[in-house]
């Protein structure tokens, strides 16, 4: 397209699983596998979709057997630059402590007691059903009063590093020996939510069962690594802060999902 004048492009990938395919009465049901997105340079598309491909067909969740990649050109007048969050790597030694430093933090970044707990319980022990929720909670910052519409979580999408602070976050993942971690996808989601109208703080738990390590990101401040924060039993998910003055769904969920951000500086990491 002629606006496409930077030469980027968003690519998406859903991959997910028909759950009741001999039942012919019923509407198949179509189970989440895996997704993930990059925003990448048209000489990049062709790497990267098979590397998308591939992350599909080799997920812990199984074998998908419908495979969604969507490309699709961004106008450079829609894209938000901003710098990473500065990444804390706190250090606490169980999960009580790890609990203990999570409250303190939400205190410090203003949300309530009460909103505080409702968050924790909900990333422990799911929605009324039990269930995790697939996307983020939108939670009142006072009142914990939840803002999502339906009942459905709201998904952050369409965000990356630019290539050079893609570069540059590798090289310091290999220094920390944080390669082989979540961090660097967490921490363009963390900090593209950060960056909402009246964003005031996210707190997540992996909603992967054997991953203990979650964070909370605080807007204006950083993102807080914390391990031991997710107890097993717990099903994560992650929810978002919002201030009760001037807020818009309308506005908020149109950001989160599709206002392109992309990283262009690495903000630092402290120990
Ligand atoms: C990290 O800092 O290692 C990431 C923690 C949260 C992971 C969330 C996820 O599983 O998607
Ligand atoms: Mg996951
Ligand atoms: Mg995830």
């Not at 992350?55 to 450079?76: C, S, T, W, Y």
């Not at 020996?177 to 992996?206: F, G, Q």
Request: aromatic fraction near 8%; charged fraction near 20%; charge should be negative.
């Amino acid at each position: 397209t002629p606006c496409n004048m930077t030469g980027y492009f968003s690519i998406k990938m859903r991959a997910s699983r028909i759950l009741n395919p001999d039942e012919p009465d019923m509407q198949p049901i179509q189970e989440h596998v895996s997704g993930a997105e990059r925003i990448i340079l048209k000489e990049e598309i062709d790497e990267i979709s098979t590397a998308l491909i591939h992350r599909a067909q080799n997920h812990d969740n199984g074998v998908p057997d419908f495979i969604n990649l969507k490309i699709q050109g961004i106008n450079p007048e829609t894209i938000t630059y901003v710098p990473s969050l500065p990444v804390y790597l706190v250090q606490v030694s169980d999960h009580i402590e790890a609990q203990k430093v999570c409250k303190t933090l939400l205190e410090i970044a203003g949300i309530s007691p009460h909103s505080i707990d409702h968050a924790c319980e909900f990333l422990e022990n799911g929605d009324t059903h039990g269930r995790g929720l697939a996307g983020a909670l939108v939670m009142d910052s006072s009142s914990a009063a939840i803002r999502n519409p339906d009942d459905k979580g709201i998904r952050a999408t369409t965000m990356d590093f630019t290539p050079s602070a893609h570069h540059k976050i590798q090289e310091i993942l290999t220094l920390y020996e944080l390669s082989h971690t979540r961090l660097k996808e967490a921490l363009v989601l963390a900090t593209k939510v950060a960056y909402a109208p009246c964003a005031r703080a996210e707190l997540c738990y992996s909603d992967n069962p054997d991953y203990h390590i979650g964070y909370i990101s605080i807007t204006g401040k950083g993102y807080f690594r914390i391990p031991y924060l997710k107890s097993l039993s717990a099903k994560g998910g992650r929810v978002f802060f919002v201030d009760t003055v001037d807020f818009s769904w309308e506005s908020y969920s149109r950001y989160i999902r599709s206002t392109p951000v992309l990283i262009d500086r690495i903000s630092p990491f402290n120990r």
